[in-house]
């Protein structure tokens, strides 16, 4: 196989996981909360090549006697893209949306038995009788706890009402009193390029001795008194479906491009192949 076809292959196959990319985009431009990604291609190792013999003007030449030949491009990093989406009034009182970029919810996902902390944006909560119904537990719409500042959220039944304070504080209303049940625990992304998404809408920390990070260089807490969201309504997602059309034409495009010079370079081999 020539060089140029194996440069056209390799390609092609990074190609086709921008297109996967821009298609989960695509479908979950409805989904709340959902942030895109973004994918950033690199080029792989360059191969020189010596044409000349006898170059000219070898004594004190600057430029490369030869051609520099790639061998392809390859997907390098898939980046998260967690910019604000419009936020849409629902006048339900679990429903939250986080105001400020790169502010998360944090989130209990128990995987094989183990229990993870995740990270998402989605706000819409909804509570799940625990303890032999004698209390609820504020959960995501999989049913996964949402943390607060000691944990899983759990409240006692027995209240006539619930809200959430712009601050993350959740009230519930016995009687003629308001009683505090909790506040959730809303940290700021301050490296995000290096979540991982994990499906569900929702991040988790890397692999942090790999990458020689400690936890607070990538997730910090972020100040309670401070307006962190807006109750009663959801972040849209951030999907800009102009650019991501763009982006799938451009994808398709380098493609067939990529396909068409395996094809040429077969056609080419061909002819040759035939001279006598």
Do not use: C, W
């Not at 979950?28 to 690199?42: E, H, P």
């Not at 949306?97 to 128990?110: D, G, M, P, R, S």
């Not at 619930?162 to 505090?180: F, L, P, T």
């Not at 700021?188 to 290096?194: F, I, Q």
Request: no cysteine; charged share 20%; hydrophobic share 35%.
């Amino acid at each position: 196989m020539s060089r140029t076809m194996i440069q056209a292959a390799v390609t092609m196959n990074q190609l086709q996981n921008k297109l996967d990319l821009i298609g989960n985009n695509l479908a979950n431009s409805q989904t709340t909360g959902y942030k895109s990604r973004q994918a950033d291609f690199s080029s792989l190792l360059f191969q020189e090549i010596n044409n000349m013999k006898d170059p000219a003007n070898a004594e004190g030449r600057l430029t490369p006697d030869g051609i520099r030949i790639g061998t392809g491009a390859r997907l390098g990093s898939t980046n998260i893209n967690l910019a604000l989406g419009a936020i849409t009034e629902t006048g339900r009182g679990l429903d939250t949306a986080l105001l400020e970029k790169n502010h998360l919810f944090q989130i209990q996902v128990t995987e094989n038995g183990v229990d993870e902390t995740r990270y998402t944006r989605s706000g819409a909560f909804y509570l799940s009788p625990v303890n032999n119904n004698q209390a609820v537990m504020l959960t995501t719409n999989d049913g996964d706890p949402v943390i607060g500042e000691n944990g899983p959220i759990v409240i006692p039944v027995g209240f006539e009402s619930i809200s959430i304070r712009d601050n993350g504080q959740i009230v519930v209303k016995r009687g003629n009193d308001m009683q505090e049940a909790g506040r959730l625990s809303i940290v700021e992304a301050v490296r995000p390029r290096l979540l991982e998404a994990t499906g569900q809408n929702a991040f988790r920390l890397p692999d942090l001795v790999e990458l020689g990070y400690n936890q607070n260089e990538i997730i910090q807490g972020t100040n309670p008194n401070d307006t962190l969201l807006k109750s009663g309504a959801l972040e849209r997602s951030n999907v800009d479906i102009s650019k991501e059309m763009t982006d799938l034409i451009t994808a398709q495009r380098s493609y067939q491009f990529n396909a068409k010079t395996i094809s040429m370079s077969d056609q080419m081999m061909g002819l040759v192949n035939q001279l006598r």
